[in-house]
């Protein structure tokens, strides 16, 4: 009823606004009607409570099962494992909108208008929403947050107002951004592309956005800014030059790099790999393109990868071969934590909740020592069918769950070491004096030719691939 009665005192505002302002109304950048100083000061979740660990025996569904947050598992506190992070985008903006489909969702802190006020409540419920969910952690993009104007000045005027109250509500609490980023990507100007737009003008505005994103990212706090490249790539070589375009993200990369450490901003630059979509070819098509090119344009030192589970599989991998290559190579960053649909084919952005595919990320998570300064963003939304504000809570309950309980598992499987003695005997072989001659990379081929026609055929040796699915699965 209050939501109703909310959204028709909107509705009259709306209409009022179409014609002369009202005294306490002032219309937004769009037109839409937005409340002034007396703007609504309730609570947004009203019927919710803050969540609390109550164990695997609960039938709660607003409760932690497995995630507690201060029990202490190998050496370090769970939250401090998992640092998790509520994406705004999708939990704030997120109105069930799809190709073939309008909006289903009406929240409480919306009217439908793109408006300052309206975004003001946005950040009011984001931070409630924080504070019942137990998470200290937030991310964004510069125009999900405040509203874009009608030129850069005031885009940026908005942005520094927003992010003034978020300021304010942040006073006392611990939550800060994980991470911020500019959305490049929505706009038209972006239709070819940021970075590696053919018009130079585009570029420069690309630039001054980003520039004032991890402006607003320091200011907050952020730990770390990211780069996710949306339309940083091509739809056909036949008017594209490939290596102009390369040539001129690597600068934008490396201005980007230059300008963090005069703003004197500590944090993180993450690089976050996507095949295709919306970009038929992306740049960042995986970790490894991705790690390639920040290694051939001498940027590996100024950045990090963010990863996504879906995006993994939309290029053909697992989330765990994606985490497990950036972090051999001292690249892993943070995760966007999410999963897709097998049966759909695009990137569907729905919470992670297998419990499997927890247990193997958390597998290399562990072994990397954590993901701080990066952490878990739940970049991942409701259902289009799920319409009620409950489903917000029982989406990102179920999603820490399912992570928790794969720390829960990876932690035991690496104590008890059943899987990693069947993969060091696999090896075993290296640690004879041959072996350590090949890894220490003192011996040619002339010497191993002499090695192998003295020994004779190797013998044939079984990989034990059902062996180390019975063990892993077993912890899960």
């Given amino acids: 009823m209050k939501t109703l009665l909310f959204s028709l005192v909107m509705l009259g505002a709306i209409l009022s606004c179409s014609g002369q302002r009202v005294a306490d109304m002032t219309c937004g950048v769009d037109g839409g009607a937005i409340t002034g100083t007396k703007d609504w000061e309730g609570e947004f979740f009203p019927n919710i409570s803050y969540i609390k660990y109550e164990g695997p025996s609960s039938h709660n569904p607003l409760a932690y099962k497995y995630y507690n947050a201060d029990e202490v598992i190998l050496g370090k506190k769970m939250k401090d494992w998992l640092r998790f992070s509520v994406a705004f985008w999708h939990t704030f903006r997120g109105d069930g909108g799809d190709p073939f489909g309008s909006a289903t969702k009406m929240w409480p802190w919306d009217d439908g208008s793109n408006s300052l006020a309206v975004a003001a409540r946005r950040m009011r419920a984001n931070f409630e929403f924080l504070k019942k969910l137990g998470v200290e952690k937030w991310c964004f993009h510069d125009r999900d947050i405040a509203p874009e104007g009608s030129t850069l000045e005031e885009s940026n005027a908005n942005l520094d107002y927003i992010a003034s109250i978020a300021e304010k509500l942040q006073e006392g609490t611990n939550i800060r951004p994980l991470w911020g980023t500019a959305q490049l990507f929505k706009h038209p100007r972006f239709m070819h592309g940021a970075a590696t737009s053919p018009d130079v003008r585009v570029y420069a505005y690309a630039a001054a956005q980003v520039k004032k994103a991890i402006e607003v990212t ?259």
């Fill in 218 to 476: 320091k200011r907050l706090g952020g730990e770390n800014y990211v780069f996710w490249g949306g339309r940083e790539g091509y739809q056909t070589l036949l008017n594209t030059d490939l290596k102009k375009e390369l040539d001129h993200m690597a600068s934008f990369l490396h201005s980007a790099a230059e300008y963090k450490k005069k703003l004197g901003f500590q944090g993180n630059l993450l690089l976050e790999p996507k095949p295709q979509e919306p970009t038929k070819h992306q740049y960042d098509w995986d970790a490894a393109t991705t790690m390639g090119f920040l290694k051939n344009y001498g940027l590996s030192e100024e950045y990090k990868l963010n990863l996504e589970c879906n995006h993994a599989t939309l290029s053909g991998h697992s989330c765990h071969h994606e985490l497990e290559t950036a972090r051999i190579n001292g690249m892993l960053g943070s995760v966007d934590a999410n999963t897709g649909d097998a049966q759909t084919g695009w990137d569907t952005d729905q919470f992670l909740t297998d419990v499997s595919e927890a247990t193997l990320v958390m597998l290399s998570v562990i072994k990397n020592g954590g993901l701080a300064p990066g952490g878990f963003n739940f970049d991942a939304k409701l259902r289009r069918e799920s319409v009620d504000v409950e489903d917000l809570f029982i989406a990102h309950i179920s999603g820490m769950d399912t992570i928790a309980r794969g720390l829960r598992n990876a932690a035991k499987l690496l104590e008890e070491g059943r899987l990693t003695k069947l993969v060091e005997d696999r090896y075993a072989s290296f640690n004879s004096p041959l072996g350590k001659l090949i890894e220490e990379g003192k011996v040619g081929f002339e010497e191993l030719e002499k090695h192998a026609l003295e020994a004779g055929e190797p013998p044939i040796v079984s990989g034990k691939q059902e062996l180390a699915e019975m063990i892993f699965y077993s912890y899960v």
